[in-house]
Structures are given as C-alpha cells and as structure tokens.
C-alpha cells in the first residue's frame, strides 16, 4: 500500500463554535478496500503531537487496527479568543493548526506500509475546552475504547492540556487505555500491573489456564466451556480477568496461532471490561535464549523454517518483543499467579521487584544466550518460573515456607503451573493455598481439558463435563510479625 493510494476529504466545521466558524475542520483518509462491516471497530485517540500522545498514536495502530476499523484522532486546542481577531493571530493559529493536522495524516499514512490494513483514518481539530471537547466526540463517534498517552510511568501528568489523561479515567464513559512511551515501559513493566487492588475484584469473576505448550484445538475448547470466547473465537466473559501462567510454546505445532489468540484476546478484553494477563513460563525463557529442547519435530516449518524462527523469538521479533513484555508474576485480588512457584527467597522483595527484575535483565540474558544478565537468578533453577518446590516437596515442610511466601506478598493463595497433574484434573495443597492448574492441556500430555474459576474467595476446577468446588483459605489477614511490601 503506497502513501498516494489514501483517498483523502477535508471539511470543516466539525465541531459548532460561534466565536470560530472556521477553525475548526475533519480531515479523512480511507485506504483502498476499505469496507465497514458489523465487526469494525472505532478507536479514539487523543494526541497533542508530544512524543508521549505519539506513543499512544503507534500503540493503537499497532496493537488494535485491524481491517476495516476506524481510527479518530482528536487534537484539542484551546485558545483565547479575546483580542486575537484585531491582531491577526488567529488566522495565523488557524493556518499552523492545519499544517499540525496535515502531519499527523502524514505520519499515519508514511506508516501504512506496516499495517497493510484497510482502514479509515479521521482527524477532527478541534478549538474548544479540552474536557467538553472529548465529552461530546465520544457519542458522535461512539468509539469501543479512548487511548490518551500520560508523561509518566504512574504520574498521569498532562495529556493535550491539564491533566486529562486523569480526567479521562475518572469519566470518559468509554474504556481507556494510558499508553506509555517504550523507554517508559522497559523501566517498569509491560502495560499490565504486577498487583491489582483487592477493591476492584471483589465481584469479578477470575479464570486461569495453564500450559498450553503448542495445542490451539484443545486451548479453544477450554476457553469455549469456561465462556470467555464465542464459536468466532471473540471476547464474551464481559469483565472476566483471564490469567495464563505461561508456557504457551513448545511440544506441539501451533506456536504461532497460539500467541495470536492470546495478544487478539488481550485487545478484545478491555473493550467489554475484561482483562487478560499473559505470563512467561520457563519454556518461554528457554526459546528466547535459543534452547530449543523441547520444540516439537516440524513446528520450524510454520514459521518458514529455523532462521525465520529465529527471528521470530529475537527481541525485535514479532514474538520475543512481545514476550519481553510479559511479566513473570501477578497478583489479582490476594492471589498471586506464577508459572512455577514463589520461593519466599523472592517474596521478600515483592511482585514489583520480581517483574522489574525480569525487564531489566531479559535483554541482556538473550544476547549472552542464558550466560549473563540474571544477577538475582530469577530465571534460573529455584527462580519463579522453574521452581516445583510447592507442587513435590512433602506438606509437612514446604507449606511453612509457603506462608511465609504468601505473607511476603500480602496474599492467601498462589495459582501455578509448570508440575503436570497426570491425571488430568486441577489440585490444590497446604489447605487450598496453592492450586496446581497444569492438567497436561496438550495432547503430548494426554490432551486433558481444564481451567480455574475464582469468585470471591470461593475456588472451582471448570471441566467440560462438570465443575468441582476446590479447598481454599480464610481471607488473607497479614501477620504483623511479617513485614512485606505493600503492593
């Protein structure tokens, strides 16, 4: 697709302003066989050209476009009319404020060549109070989700004026996602927190899927009888949060059509309130420092062969940048989910650390293929994505040092996988504070079918045929004696 294929329409007055009938205008573009259909989507972002709305720009036609999806781009300004009529300034604002659009089509249309997706691209530049502006675009368009770009990692500083990154969160009507920088993300972690506040997952409905290790057929299933996707393999689980604990590759053929449902279903989900974190197992580690043990005989060949699968896991391809991402722990409500287990070695520190850590140190420990970069061993043996400690070791002693993990990090469970339940069903130790959700999900393991479900404090192993209700701990109540990282 080249930049001139754009069909390209200005009109003005998109926005009624009587001070200022002509300031205001639409630009469009719409890329050859374009076509709306009932699963097109609009995307609104809010940008003021800053490198930070840049990165919210990228992010959405990156991570959301998709054929036949509309992306409105909304530039705010805000002028004072008093006196600018008499001195000239605002035909001259009016005239910079166009040249402003006109490149921010042009950026959007210099990159097309990348998406190869047919699209609709508006910009309304628009003068006018920032808040009210946004308020009254939303209902004209009626975009799925509002994408702002924030200065800081946590700070939601000012997005086109004041802070309405801010704003947006605490009253678009809409979904919203806060994109940060690249060189913000890598100080911290992925676009996901390592700790979701207990507040807000009270009554949210919470399920998780271990190893999946290359079998779509039997992934679809599960996520198909758990009611997270439809038979189209779309979003359904409303407000779900879907947790997968890693391990994603390796031992069967579907490497790739794996981890695009996964990233498809991490677009989808907050679009209808839901949420989905993807975690790195240790296979994951292992393909991305080239120790390919464990690739299954023939899944080169999807990717075109071993030097495109290569490629593909570097840290600039389209699988390794994205698993360079991931966080190696979370914490939704007081359960802590990991691929492995928490040595309380590690739940000292807290999940921040441990996630932090992982950034910091993956790039590094790729280049050196596993030999440098890992200064706190957290991808080696004992590590949280290796350790089984919690899933072999005799109860009588490894569920002391589980407490002792779980008060480290304020929580009264943790959902692991990594151990394979050969008989194909979902167990829990220690009184419920650890539950094993390896069923052995692909067919090199038996092919067995099984997810968890966490309502509240009540814990439930989801099969196709039936559901059993699962052990599970009081509410976590921290021991005072423990002193561990608010999280």
Not at 268 to 297: C, F, K, S, T
Request: hydrophobic fraction near 35%.
């Amino acid at each position: 697709m080249n930049n001139d294929s754009f069909v390209r329409v200005v009109s003005f007055d998109a926005m009624t302003n009587k001070n200022l009938p002509d300031y205001s205008f639409t630009l469009r573009a719409k890329s050859p066989g374009y076509k709306r259909t009932r699963h097109s989507r609009a995307f609104m972002v809010a940008t003021d050209l800053a490198n930070y709305s840049e990165s919210a720009l990228n992010w959405a036609i990156d991570s959301m476009m998709e054929d036949g999806d509309e992306l409105i781009v909304l530039r705010v300004v805000t002028v004072e009319i008093k006196n600018k009529k008499k001195d000239g300034l605002l035909q001259f604002e009016e005239k910079v404020s166009r040249e402003k659009a006109n490149d921010i089509m042009k950026r959007i249309i210099d990159n097309s060549n990348q998406w190869n997706k047919k699209v609709s691209v508006v910009i309304e530049f628009v003068i006018g109070k920032v808040h009210d502006t946004i308020q009254r675009m939303i209902p004209m368009y009626q975009p799925s989700l509002l994408i702002v770009g924030t200065r800081g990692l946590s700070d939601f500083k000012s997005m086109l004026v004041g802070s309405v990154s801010r704003y947006c969160l605490q009253h678009s009507p809409i979904p919203v996602t806060v994109v940060r920088s690249e060189e913000q993300v890598r100080k911290s972690s992925f676009d996901i927190n390592s700790a979701i506040a207990l507040d807000n997952v009270s009554n949210r409905r919470i399920v998780a899927m271990g190893d999946l290790h290359g079998d779509l057929s039997n992934t679809l299933s599960i996520l198909k009888f758990s009611k997270i996707i439809d038979e189209d393999h779309h979003w359904i689980a409303g407000d779900t949060i879907l947790v997968q604990t890693g391990d994603v590759v390796d031992r069967g053929l579907d490497t790739i059509k794996l981890y695009k449902l996964l990233q498809d279903l991490r677009k989808e989900a907050p679009l209808h309130g839901g949420l989905v974190i993807p975690l790195l197992g240790n296979h994951e580690i292992m393909n991305l420092i080239g120790d390919w043990r464990y690739v299954y005989p023939g899944e080169p060949e999807t990717f075109g062969g071993i030097e495109a699968r290569k490629k593909a896991f570097a840290a600039d391809g389209f699988i390794g940048e994205y698993l360079t991402f991931l966080n190696m722990t979370t914490k939704v409500g007081s359960t802590v989910f990991c691929h492995g287990g928490i040595h309380p070695y590690y739940g000292q520190y807290g999940l921040d650390w441990i996630n932090d850590q992982t950034h910091q140190s993956i790039l590094d420990y790729m280049e050196s293929n596993g030999q440098e970069g890992d200064k706190y061993g957290v991808f080696g043996d004992n590590g949280p994505t290796w350790y089984r400690g919690y899933a072999i070791e005799n109860e009588d002693s490894v569920c002391d040092v589980l407490d002792k993990a779980l008060d480290f990090m304020g929580a009264n469970r943790m959902v692991v996988g990594h151990t394979v339940q050969h008989d194909g069903r979902i167990h829990t130790r220690c009184g419920g504070k650890v539950v094993l959700i390896d069923v052995g999900i692909s067919t090199v393991y038996g092919g067995n079918k099984g997810a968890l479900e966490i309502r509240g404090n009540k814990v439930t192993a989801l099969y196709k045929d039936r559901a059993e209700t699962l052990p599970s701990p009081p509410p976590y109540n921290p021991k005072k004696a423990i002193v561990h990282e608010e999280l």
